[in-house]
C-alpha cells in the first residue's frame, strides 16, 4: 500500500502539472494528426488496399507518439532543479518509477483514445472492437514502462532526444510486432482466436518482465 500510495502521488503530480501546461498532450496530438494526414493522402485509398499496412500505420504513429510523450517523463524535473527533491522525497525509487510510468501511461492513453477514432474515419478502419482495445491497452503499457525507464537514463545526458529513441526501439520491438499482428487480426472481421491465445498472451508476459526487471534496474541506476 506504502508503494501504491507513493506512486499515485507521483503520477498525480505530473497530471495537475500537464493539465496546467498541456505541453505533451497538446505536442503529441499535432504531431499525431500530422502523421495521418499524410498517411491519408500519400497512400493508394482504393477499397481494400489499406486493409494490410493499416496495423503497422496505426502503431507507427502509437510508437513515435509515445517517444515524443515520454521524453518529457523526466525533463521538468531536470529543468526546473526538481530531480534532486523527487530522488530524496520519502518514497521508495519504485514509487518514483512506477508513479512516472502511470502518468506517461494516462497521457498516451488519452493521446491515443482521441486519435483512434481520427484513424478510423481518414482510414476507413473498424476500431470498434473490444480485442483492439485491449491490445492497445496491453501494448501502451509495456511502451509507458520502457520508455519511462529509459527516459529516465537518457535524460541525465546532453544529447536526451537522440539517445531516448536509439534505447527504447531496440527493446520494445517485441511489444510492436505484437501489437501489430494481433491489431491485424483485430480489424479483420474472422476469427480471432489468434489474438486471445497467442498475441495477447505475449504482450501480457513481455508487460510483466518490464514490470518487473525496469523498476529493479530504476533503483540501482538512481541510487544515491
Given at each position: 500500500?506504502?508503494?501504491?500510495?507513493?506512486?499515485?502521488t507521483?503520477a498525480w503530480?505530473?497530471?495537475?502539472?500537464?493539465?496546467?501546461?498541456?505541453?505533451?498532450?497538446?505536442?503529441?496530438?499535432?504531431?499525431?494528426?500530422?502523421?495521418?494526414?499524410?498517411?491519408?493522402?500519400?497512400?493508394?485509398?482504393?477499397?481494400?488496399?489499406?486493409?494490410?499496412?493499416?496495423?503497422?500505420?496505426?502503431?507507427?504513429?502509437?510508437?513515435?507518439?509515445?517517444?515524443?510523450?515520454?521524453?518529457?517523463?523526466?525533463?521538468?524535473?531536470l529543468?526546473?532543479?526538481?530531480?534532486?527533491?523527487?530522488?530524496l522525497?520519502?518514497?521508495?525509487?519504485?514509487?518514483?518509477?512506477?508513479?512516472?510510468?502511470?502518468?506517461?501511461?494516462?497521457?498516451?492513453?488519452?493521446?491515443?483514445?482521441?486519435?483512434?477514432?481520427?484513424?478510423?474515419?481518414?482510414?476507413?478502419?473498424?476500431?470498434?472492437?473490444?480485442?483492439?482495445?485491449?491490445?492497445?491497452?496491453?501494448?501502451?503499457?509495456?511502451?509507458?514502462?520502457?520508455?519511462?525507464?529509459?527516459?529516465?537514463?537518457?535524460?541525465?545526458?546532453?544529447?536526451?532526444?537522440?539517445?531516448?529513441?536509439?534505447?527504447f526501439?531496440?527493446?520494445?520491438?517485441?511489444?510492436?510486432?505484437?501489437a501489430?499482428?494481433?491489431?491485424?487480426?483485430?480489424?479483420?472481421?474472422?476469427?480471432m482466436?489468434?489474438?486471445?491465445?497467442?498475441?495477447?498472451?505475449?504482450?501480457?508476459?513481455?508487460?510483466?518482465?518490464?514490470?518487473?526487471?525496469?523498476?529493479?534496474?530504476?533503483?540501482?541506476?538512481?541510487?544515491?
Amino acid at each position: 500500500m506504502e508503494l501504491l500510495r507513493g506512486a499515485l502521488t507521483v503520477a498525480w503530480k505530473d497530471v495537475r502539472l500537464e493539465l496546467r501546461s498541456r505541453e505533451v498532450i497538446a505536442s503529441a496530438l499535432v504531431f499525431g494528426l500530422i502523421v495521418v494526414v499524410v498517411f491519408n493522402f500519400g497512400l493508394n485509398r482504393s477499397p481494400g488496399s489499406l486493409e494490410p499496412v493499416a496495423p503497422g500505420l496505426l502503431w507507427v504513429a502509437y510508437a513515435f507518439i509515445g517517444v515524443l510523450a515520454m521524453n518529457r517523463a523526466f525533463t521538468r524535473e531536470l529543468e526546473n532543479g526538481g530531480m534532486d527533491g523527487l530522488l530524496l522525497a520519502p518514497v521508495s525509487r519504485d514509487a518514483v518509477f512506477l508513479g512516472k510510468m502511470l502518468g506517461s501511461l494516462a497521457f498516451m492513453l488519452v493521446i491515443e483514445a482521441i486519435l483512434l477514432p481520427v484513424f478510423a474515419v481518414m482510414l476507413d478502419l473498424p476500431t470498434l472492437s473490444p480485442a483492439l482495445g485491449l491490445v492497445i491497452l496491453l501494448a501502451t503499457v509495456g511502451f509507458a514502462t520502457v520508455g519511462t525507464f529509459f527516459s529516465g537514463i537518457a535524460v541525465q545526458t546532453r544529447s536526451r532526444e537522440i539517445l531516448l529513441p536509439i534505447l527504447f526501439f531496440p527493446v520494445v520491438v517485441p511489444v510492436i510486432i505484437a501489437a501489430v499482428e494481433a491489431s491485424a487480426l483485430a480489424l479483420q472481421s474472422g476469427p480471432m482466436t489468434g489474438v486471445w491465445t497467442r498475441w495477447l498472451p505475449l504482450l501480457i508476459v513481455f508487460d510483466a518482465l518490464y514490470l518487473v526487471i525496469c523498476p529493479w534496474i530504476f533503483g540501482y541506476v538512481f541510487e544515491g
